[in-house]
């Protein structure tokens, strides 16, 4: 619950709609196009070439300039000339005299076109706050995008760092032995916002000159493209789903994590530099909101003192975290004292096949030459015997190099002595998360497909208490047994489900192919049921119907109440293929999205000083919508990014909310919750594995694979 005396407000703006200029609307024939990406480059088009504001939104391109109707075509037509490929599909643009603004159409209004007046004063406040870190420095870069909150308009002003290298990209590639070497690398375009992946090399300047030129109307762009040498190289970048051709010298190149290493950036300094504690983010997001403040755009944040109707905290929405252990015992939460709990209470649903002593046998996979772990091994059996599980090491595997041939033979040679699991102990360098094929793969690859579970012990690891519980945990969980559940079941629903596609884009080829859905399936208490896996590939962004129904059969979601977890939106007809199939089978499914970035953030205020919210703190955007703080961050010093809750009556936004923050409690794989419920927690890190073949071959299961 809440603090006594805290008050809540969030970095969103409503809009001073009284001061706002008369918007009229054009609406495009398309001919079956894509209209939003005609129409959002036909609003740039116009915004280059006439007065005014021009912004794409609600369909329509959106102005505060009217034109005659042949003004507007004579502009079509150049672009028919000249992007002859993504204009081909416009037919017509006409005034819409019957249009009239929704608050929505004046938020991406405001945020897409009024903004843009001020943007260069915004971004002189943020330069004054530029870091300096040896080979690179952190800049604080905002943005600005368009909400509803209550059916009235409202922005929302968000700050992030980057970390941009001293070196902008044609410096950088004079240093390299091939062009190809760039592709990967995230970069930013000097002369305006646009971030993305480098993903091909397209040539040299001489051959794609004229064709540029006759891209971009931006005065900035041309003079750099008129510029450059005729050897000057032409990368394609990714933003978003769209893709852009630049020449080198119009990038900068931004640093990710796995970058550190390439670019020598300490990688402490600069992740304490990325970091923005509340305080000081939230004195960014004054210094920008005062801006618009001064020139009307907006009124004052919404803060629960003056909207308190529009503030939700763990207590509004039921949310009271309790776990249920061996013997029916329930504790408060505490992830301070899981570990203790398990030992005091038990599990609450040890696997069968450890009944009666039978012990948990552990193959061993060293990979850290002369580091000893047997001290380690020591207190891990010991962990293990407190919570009445006896344990075997039936055998160890020395490896020299880390190698898929050498990890392969150290795999074989250990099975035959039957493990359980396999611990493997990798040095720091060797990191799962580093999305190149690495020998955290290898080993993936090696055990995932075989249904062999295995557990990775870090270097840094071995003396870590703190990670003694998380490796405690994943062993347990690897090997079926359910440690707790929720003390109470979720009053409004039957099971839980999480789904998500394995997305990746095609290589140099348009669109995606999307190699697998996935579904994970629990209790309405959270004890995990099994998961699904469709393996077949799947183009495009929709599940198809006929895999929805073999997500859900008849004989396990007839007649259920199911609240789904959708990871990120639900894509074309997904929404009313599942509707549908609920309908057929008599279930009644409660569908909810849970989008991860994007989300404008939440600050507590006690005492007139700024901190964290709370878990379960959330601003409510209407009866469907609402930002949640689902978990805080580890750091003290950081500012907890929440997740978008978005759902469909008759589940309200406070059961959509206590069924995300629920399912956060239940991550077997470490003690600290995370910020995504265990439905789709990892999702990420599945497609990332799927899309490579680490898959279990039992397409059904009931181990938690992924852990």
């Not at 000081?280 to 020139?295: E, G, T």
Request: charged fraction near 25%; proline fraction near 5%; hydrophobic fraction near 40%.
């Amino acid at each position: 619950m809440a603090a006594q005396n805290t008050q809540l407000f969030v970095e969103v703006f409503p809009i001073q709609t009284s001061t706002l200029p008369r918007i009229f609307a054009y609406k495009i024939d398309t001919g079956g196009g894509d209209a939003s990406t005609i129409g959002g480059k036909l609003a740039y088009r116009l915004r280059r070439k006439f007065k005014g504001h021009w912004v794409w939104t609600s369909n329509r391109v959106v102005t505060d300039a009217q034109q005659p109707p042949n003004e507007i075509m004579s502009v079509v037509e150049e672009l028919w000339r000249e992007q002859p490929d993504v204009f081909k599909d416009l037919k017509d643009v006409k005034y819409d005299p019957d249009w009239r603004p929704t608050s929505y159409a004046q938020a991406i209004f405001v945020a897409n076109g009024l903004f843009v007046d001020i943007e260069h004063e915004i971004r002189d406040v943020l330069y004054r706050k530029t870091q300096d870190i040896g080979n690179a420095r952190v800049e604080r870069v905002h943005e600005i995008r368009g909400w509803v909150v209550q059916g009235q308009p409202a922005v929302s002003v968000s700050i992030s760092s980057r970390l941009i290298h001293k070196q902008d990209l044609k410096s950088y590639a004079g240093g390299i032995s091939s062009p190809e070497e760039l592709i990967g690398l995230w970069v930013g375009d000097k002369t305006s916002t646009l971030k993305g992946e480098i993903i091909e090399i397209g040539g040299r300047m001489r051959e794609h000159r004229t064709r540029l030129l006759a891209l971009t109307q931006r005065e900035e762009m041309q003079d750099i493209i008129k510029n450059a040498s005729d050897d000057e190289i032409i990368v394609r970048v990714l933003s978003g789903h769209n893709e852009y051709e630049y020449p080198i010298s119009a990038l900068r190149i931004i640093l990710r994590m796995e970058n550190f290493p390439r670019f020598s950036i300490d990688s402490r300094r600069a992740l304490k530099a990325l970091r923005i504690e509340p305080t000081i983010r939230s004195q960014l997001v004054k210094d920008v909101s005062n801006i618009a403040l001064n020139r009307k755009l907006v009124m004052n944040a919404y803060c629960s003192k003056d909207s308190p109707g529009t503030f939700l905290n763990a207590h509004n929405v039921g949310f009271a975290p309790r776990l249920r252990f061996g013997g029916d015992r329930i504790v408060p939460y505490d992830e301070k004292i899981l570990l203790k709990s398990l030992r005091d209470y038990g599990l609450y649903k040890p696997s069968e096949r450890f009944q009666n002593g039978v012990p948990i046998n552990m193959g061993i996979i060293n990979t850290l030459g002369s580091t000893r772990i047997g001290r380690f091994l020591q207190e891990l059996q010991q962990e293990l015997k407190r919570l009445n599980f006896e344990s075997n090491f039936v055998g160890e595997e020395n490896v020299q190099k880390v190698s898929r041939v050498d990890l392969e033979k150290a795999i074989e040679s250990l099975q035959t002595g039957k493990p359980h699991i396999l611990l493997v102990f990798f040095p720091d360098e060797l990191d799962e998360d580093d999305e190149e094929w690495g020998a955290y793969h290898n080993l993936k690859s090696l055990t995932v497909g075989r249904g062999i579970a295995s557990q990775v012990v870090y270097q840094s690891t071995l003396d870590n208490q703190y990670a003694m519980a998380n490796i405690v945990f994943g062993i347990l969980g690897k090997t079926g047994n359910i440690p707790f559940i929720l003390a109470e079941p979720l009053p409004y629903a039957d099971l839980v489900v999480g789904i998500d596609i394995a997305r990746e884009r095609k290589k140099r080829l348009v669109g995606s192919i999307n190699a697998t859905a996935i579904a994970r399936i629990y209790f309405s208490n959270g004890e995990f049921l099994r998961y699904v896996l469709h393996d077949a590939p799947l183009e495009g962004e929709t599940i198809p119907e006929n895999v929805l129904q073999g997500l859900f059969p008849i004989s396990e979601f007839k007649g259920k109440r199911v609240v789904i977890h959708r990871d990120g939106y639900f894509r074309g007809e997904e929404k009313q293929a599942l509707n549908g199939w609920a309908q057929k089978i008599g279930a009644n499914f409660y569908l909810i999205e849970v989008i991860k970035t994007g989300t404008p953030r939440l600050y507590g205020v006690q005492w007139e000083k700024i901190q964290q919210p709370l878990k379960g703190d959330a601003f409510k955007l209407s009866s469907t919508e609402a930002f949640l703080v689902s978990t805080l961050p580890p750091f003290k010093d950081a500012t907890p990014q929440p997740l978008r809750i978005r759902t469909d009556a008759p589940l309200t936004i406070e059961q959509a909310i206590h069924s995300i923050l629920s399912l956060t409690l239940l991550h077997y794989g470490s003690v600290r919750p995370p910020r995504l419920p265990v439905t789709i927690h990892y999702s990420d890190r599945i497609a990332h594995l799927a899309l490579r073949g680490i898959k279990p071959k039992d397409l059904e299961g009931n181990i938690p694979f992924w852990l």
